[in-house]
């Protein structure tokens, strides 16, 4: 069955960075687009970034752009997000899945548990 595991997450302060990682299984992992996603506490849970299935092409929401970077390696089945100057608006439980994950309901039905970024002082 589909898996997908984060880490990386933290408390960190205003301006630092983190890097997080996705680890999936139990699917054809190269065959699809990937993206990050995050929820804070009270909102809905948002897109951040995705990327294509082979890596050559990236997306981002708006308001990150230039501050956060996804990477992923098709030998290893992992994804990554690279996060610089963040900010404390950036604070949220960071989640990755397919692209379009609620399109589809084997995905969207396995996220996985998510990783808790803080940005605080």
């Known amino acids: 069955q589909v898996q997908l595991v984060e880490s990386g997450g933290g408390l960190v302060q205003p301006g630092g960075s983190l890097r997080l990682s996705c680890a999936a299984s139990g699917f054809a992992f190269s065959d699809y687009a990937m993206s990050w996603y995050r929820q804070a506490p009270g909102k809905e849970r948002e897109l951040v970034a995705s990327?294509?299935?082979?890596?050559?092409?990236?997306d981002y929401a708006d308001s990150l752009r230039g501050r956060f970077t996804i990477a992923r390696d098709n030998a290893k089945n992992t994804v990554s997000l690279q996060m610089h100057s963040l900010k404390p608006e950036d604070t949220a439980v960071y989640y990755c899945n397919v692209a379009g994950a609620t399109m589809f309901p084997t995905f969207a039905n396995s996220w996985g548990q998510g990783t808790q970024v803080t940005v605080s002082s």
């Open positions: 990327i294509s299935s082979h890596g050559h092409s990236t």
